[in-house]
């Protein structure tokens, strides 16, 4: 349903550039908007990209004015978007319907008020649910685990005995928490598996990506601290412990008995080794692979990791290696010239 411009610049608070009643039917990306729809631009560097959108508006910051564009100027661009693709496409309205009767529910499992468990869930023994929370179909939540208020377990991820989930807590479809570290002993030539006697802490408010595995500790937790967000297809090891509010990108693997300080961002398929501690507030960039210990602050990238700096003058030689090769053939060629010059010039002076 068609709304004017101006309206929707009152729903987001924003001001009103060009014509305030124009029709809008749709909210896109610039790549993908069609002609009645309205976009968005996040900053001024990006203003050239209007041209080649197809939208009738833009949603832009308060100090951007994009020419004769029709646009809404608000002070938070992806805030203000969202509302707007939420009126056009509203969220699936979700009806809480209780414990299902093909939830698979042990008796001595305690719910809090307001529990949801879905079609073909398992709940096993002496496992503890907060209020609010909801456990999708097929999830599996093994005995002893305890979840807390307002956690979402999304289809088919596994809990396994003794895992704790914090309040307002996201696992996504798929993740197993508490799975057997990969630990083993040689034994009369054998490898055979080390104790796997821990489990897995997860902190309040903590998001855990689709895939992604965290491994039980070998006597005691492994942690992840609160307000930490796990993208998907990320493993973290036995006895890690994460600070709070790490995000971990996709593909990222930390091993075991690694900790990492508060706000430490790691960038995609970024590789930990063990027993080593990230510091508050690191950046390890896309594809580090991280044999040390790093430092409060730092920011590091490349394989080994070394800070940016250094590793961007590594890069730089790295790059011209193939004109050195050539210039040291040169410089052979050379020598090689002179050596023959010079003895040939020693043998006439002896005749």
Same mark, same amino acid.
Do not use: W
């Given at each position: 349903?068609?709304?004017?411009?101006?309206?929707?610049?009152?729903m987001v608070?924003? +001001?009103?550039?060009?014509?305030?009643?124009?029709?809008?039917?749709?909210?896109?990306?610039?790549?993908?908007?069609?002609?009645?729809?309205?976009?968005?631009?996040?900053?001024?560097?990006?203003?050239?990209?209007?041209?080649?959108?197809?939208? %009738?508006?833009?949603?832009?910051?308060?100090?951007?004015?994009?020419?004769? /564009?029709?646009?809404?100027?608000?002070?938070?661009v992806a805030?203000?978007? &969202?509302?707007?693709?939420?009126?056009?496409?509203?969220?699936?309205?979700?009806?809480?319907?209780? $414990?299902?009767?093909?939830?698979?529910? =042990?008796?001595?499992?305690?719910?809090?008020?307001? $529990?949801?468990?879905?079609?073909?869930?398992?709940?096993?023994?002496?496992?503890?649910?907060?209020?609010? =929370?909801? @456990?999708?179909?097929?999830?599996?939540? !093994?005995?002893?685990?305890?979840?807390?208020?307002?956690?979402?377990?999304?289809?088919?991820?596994?809990?396994?005995?003794?895992?704790?989930?914090?309040?307002? =807590?996201?696992?996504?479809?798929? +993740?197993?928490?508490?799975?057997?570290?990969?630990?083993?002993?040689?034994?009369?030539?054998?490898?055979?598996? &080390?104790?796997?006697?821990?489990?897995?802490?997860?902190?309040?408010?903590?998001?855990?990506?689709?895939?992604?595995?965290? *491994?039980?500790?070998?006597?005691?937790?492994? $942690?992840?601290?609160?307000?930490?967000?796990?993208?998907?297809?990320? !493993?973290?090891?036995?006895?890690?412990?994460?600070?709070?509010?790490?995000?971990?990108?996709?593909?990222?693997?930390?091993?075991?008995?690694?900790?990492?300080?508060?706000?430490?961002? !790691?960038?995609?398929?970024?590789?930990?080794?063990?027993?080593?501690?990230?510091?508050?507030?690191?950046?390890?960039?896309a594809q580090?692979?991280?044999?040390?210990?790093? =430092?409060? *602050?730092?920011?590091? /990238?490349?394989?080994?990791?070394?800070?940016?700096?250094?590793?961007? $003058?590594?890069?730089?030689? @790295?790059?011209?290696?193939?004109?050195?090769?050539?210039?040291?053939?040169?410089?052979?060629?050379?020598?090689?010239?002179?050596?023959?010059? %010079?003895?040939?010039?020693?043998?006439? +002076?002896?005749?």
């Amino acid at each position: 349903m068609a709304v004017s411009l101006a309206e929707l610049a009152k729903m987001v608070g924003g +001001a009103t550039l060009g014509d305030g009643g124009l029709a809008i039917t749709g909210a896109a990306t610039l790549a993908n908007a069609r002609p009645g729809e309205i976009t968005f631009v996040t900053s001024v560097d990006k203003a050239h990209r209007l041209g080649h959108t197809a939208a %009738s508006a833009v949603v832009v910051p308060r100090d951007m004015t994009p020419g004769n /564009f029709p646009a809404i100027q608000v002070d938070d661009v992806a805030a203000a978007f &969202s509302l707007i693709v939420c009126h056009f496409r509203p969220p699936r309205a979700v009806r809480r319907t209780g $414990v299902s009767p093909q939830a698979l529910l =042990s008796p001595s499992a305690r719910l809090g008020d307001d $529990v949801e468990i879905h079609p073909g869930a398992t709940i096993g023994d002496d496992v503890v649910i907060g209020a609010g =929370s909801t @456990i999708h179909a097929g999830a599996r939540v !093994m005995a002893g685990c305890k979840l807390g208020e307002k956690v979402t377990i999304f289809p088919n991820a596994v809990l396994y005995e003794n895992t704790i989930v914090g309040p307002r =807590s996201t696992i996504h479809a798929g +993740a197993v928490l508490g799975g057997f570290g990969f630990g083993y002993t040689l034994v009369d030539a054998r490898h055979q598996l &080390s104790a796997q006697l821990g489990h897995v802490e997860i902190g309040a408010d903590v998001e855990i990506g689709a895939g992604t595995t965290i *491994d039980r500790g070998t006597y005691g937790p492994t $942690v992840v601290g609160e307000g930490t967000k796990i993208d998907n297809l990320v !493993m973290i090891a036995h006895n890690c412990r994460l600070g709070r509010h790490n995000l971990i990108c996709s593909q990222v693997g930390i091993a075991g008995s690694t900790t990492t300080g508060d706000y430490v961002t !790691m960038a995609g398929q970024v590789g930990v080794r063990d027993h080593v501690h990230i510091g508050d507030r690191a950046v390890l960039g896309a594809q580090a692979g991280v044999p040390n210990d790093v =430092s409060d *602050d730092a920011f590091v /990238f490349g394989s080994p990791a070394r800070p940016i700096r250094e590793q961007k $003058v590594i890069y730089a030689a @790295i790059a011209r290696l193939p004109d050195m090769r050539h210039e040291l053939k040169a410089l052979r060629a050379a020598v090689a010239r002179l050596e023959a010059e %010079s003895g040939k010039s020693g043998r006439n +002076a002896a005749a």
